[in-house]
């Protein structure tokens, strides 16, 4: 898998992939099936695994379902970087200049370490912030219409 294309997934990217959302699956499950081949890596933040477990529309996951979605997490295609210090030395300054919430700055951190393609994410507040020096030149954008 040494050709593979990196690509972040920010929380809502799982969570809308979860939950099927109208609107955006079509655009998550193409990645998804490209990563099942072996094309691509989803990367994430070890953070995300929290995030989730309160979705959208299911609101607060029961145990069973909870354990669904941890088993998701666990396919060889998604890659977990854990929160550590170097994320958060990486994190603190982009909560100062880039103002967002120290949660969107650990996943903007984490994409930046792992050095990714893009970083897909559906917040226009992050998607905002895309190519800024701040953040190394990330591009974040939402993931791509098939």
Not at 36 to 49: N, P
Not at 93 to 107: G, T
């Amino acid at each position: 898998m040494s050709n593979e294309r990196r690509l972040y997934w920010d929380s809502d990217a799982f969570i809308d992939f979860i939950e099927q959302t109208p609107g955006r699956i079509h655009r998550l499950q193409p990645i998804v099936t490209a990563a099942e081949r072996g094309s691509v890596l989803i990367v994430t933040s070890a953070f995300t695994m929290a995030e989730v477990v309160k979705l959208k529309n299911l609101g607060l996951l029961d145990e069973q379902t909870e354990q669904l979605v941890a088993d998701f997490f666990e396919n060889d295609y998604i890659s977990i970087r854990n929160v550590d210090r170097f994320v958060a030395e990486r994190a603190r300054p982009i909560v100062r200049k880039c103002s967002v919430k120290p949660p969107d700055a650990i996943q903007i951190a984490t994409a930046i370490l792992m050095e990714v393609e893009v970083m897909h994410t559906f917040d226009s507040k992050l998607i905002a912030l895309s190519g800024l020096l701040e953040i190394d030149e990330l591009k974040i954008a939402e993931p791509p219409e098939p």
